[in-house]
């Protein structure tokens, strides 16, 4: 895996990194990489926090410790110079202190292991390669960083003093040719690094837009679900309502069908007292013929009354007692039409009555069809498919009762004696 260190500026990246590497075996091949040698010190920073990190602590653990805002750490390398160590002394490395010491290469040629990373085997050495996002540093002298030397391993053994200071002259020609190569391909990787950096911006752009966007679209299926959660309660509700309806067109339905039943027996008891009407206007013709034909054997024997004399006044006599007789009767005859056309005007007033009862108990039909229709309707409307047809099947199928005979019927409501203005529904 790889590491980024910034050194002196320059982002620089450490290849073959495990979680077993430590900031010790980092510093040692950052030192090797730039060739120095002084006091090291490696350091966390997470935007203004920094922290010292001691020689044994894993970097890659801290970057994993950090999670999602460990692309916001940075590793520094500090440097600092210190005085030249005998040859007896060897590089000091503390647990406890966070600074690493790093001789010189070339002073200690015969130590093989410095700058190798511990616990990598030598042939796979820790690669130092610099980031092609690092800034442009200056040409002076001052600025200007040394080629790294070669591992400890590779040196040749020590030669004799003047082939050490040809060696010199020659390694001098070098890292000049060196170093205006690798300042060349360090521009080419920091232009190329540049313009990836400008690309990755404007991705970043587009996908903090498009999070936005989503983020706002997610709001708004929020909103939706909510308010669909609150149209269903809506909806239940409004179910529950046509249930307790429904419940009650039951309950009217019945009634109704009472109703019906209290109007047959009204028809039938109406067509008796029509057949008793028609009864007594028989009767009564007969009576007002008799009379008639009683007046006029009246008169006839008026007639012969007037027309005979005194030797029929016995005959006269006998009449008047029957005509007394005959009075009676008509009297009777009178007393009991007056009392028929009584019991006649009593009829048509029932009658009248009842057709008024009859054209109330019509209106209220009428109001209950509509006011079921309505809630047919309503019902249609606001409840689903699925709940609709539950709706109309009922709760348990075949539990309804089918209504006898069709609502007009309520039209003929006939009076009884418990109910002479009908029946209120």
């Not at 010189?104 to 093989?112: D, F, G, I």
């Not at 709001?219 to 909510?226: A, F």
Request: charged letters at 30%; glycine letters at 2%.
């Amino acid at each position: 895996m790889e590491l980024k260190v910034w050194v002196e500026g320059i982002q620089r990246i450490v290849c073959g990194v495990t979680e077993t590497t430590t900031c010790q075996d980092v510093v040692f091949a950052l030192a090797h990489a730039t060739g120095k040698s002084g006091r090291f010190t490696l350091i966390e920073r997470w935007r203004n926090n920094e922290r010292q990190l001691a020689p044994n602590e894993n970097p890659l653990k801290i970057l994993m410790k950090w999670g999602e805002y460990s692309n916001d750490v940075q590793f520094i390398l500090q440097w600092s110079e210190s005085k030249p160590m005998t040859p007896t002394t060897k590089p000091k490395t503390s647990s406890s202190s966070a600074n690493i010491i790093v001789e010189s290469p070339q002073k200690h040629t015969e130590k093989s292991q410095v700058g190798v990373v511990k616990g990598v085997p030598h042939v796979k050495t820790l690669q130092v390669r610099e980031s092609q996002n690092s800034p442009k540093k200056s040409e002076s002298p001052s600025h200007r960083i040394h080629p790294p030397a070669p591992p400890p391993y590779r040196d040749p053994p020590p030669p004799k003093k003047n082939i050490l200071q040809e060696s010199n002259k020659t390694h001098k020609l070098q890292e000049s040719v060196l170093y205006n190569a690798q300042y060349r391909e360090l521009i080419a990787l920091i232009n190329y690094q540049r313009e990836k950096l400008s690309n990755q911006q404007a991705d970043l752009t587009k996908f903090d837009a498009e999070i936005v966007f989503w983020e706002s679209k997610e709001r708004e299926k929020q909103m939706q679900l909510e308010y669909i959660s609150q149209e269903i309660l809506a909806m239940t509700n409004a179910t529950k309502l046509n249930q307790d309806q429904i419940q009650a067109l039951h309950y009217i339905e019945e009634e109704c069908e009472i109703v019906k039943q209290q109007e047959k027996t009204l028809k039938s008891e109406i067509t008796l007292l029509r057949s008793k009407l028609a009864n007594c206007e028989t009767e009564l013709l007969q009576c007002k013929n008799k009379i008639r034909l009683v007046m006029d054997e009246l008169q006839i024997e008026q007639r012969a009354l007037s027309r005979r004399s005194e030797s029929r006044k016995q005959m006269e006599k006998s009449l008047l007692v029957e005509m007394e007789r005959l009075q009676r009767d008509i009297e009777l005859a009178k007393q009991s039409t007056e009392l028929h056309h009584l019991t006649a005007e009593t009829l048509k007033k029932e009658v009248a009555a009842l057709e008024t009862a009859i054209i109330e108990k019509k209106k209220q039909v009428e109001l209950l069809v509509t006011e079921m229709k309505e809630a047919n309707l309503q019902s249609l409307t606001i409840a689903p498919p699925e709940d609709l047809r539950a709706i109309l099947e009922g709760p348990n199928k075949g539990s309804t009762r089918k209504m006898i005979g069709s609502p007009r019927q309520l039209e003929n409501a006939v009076p009884t004696n418990k109910n002479p203005h009908g029946v209120w529904v």
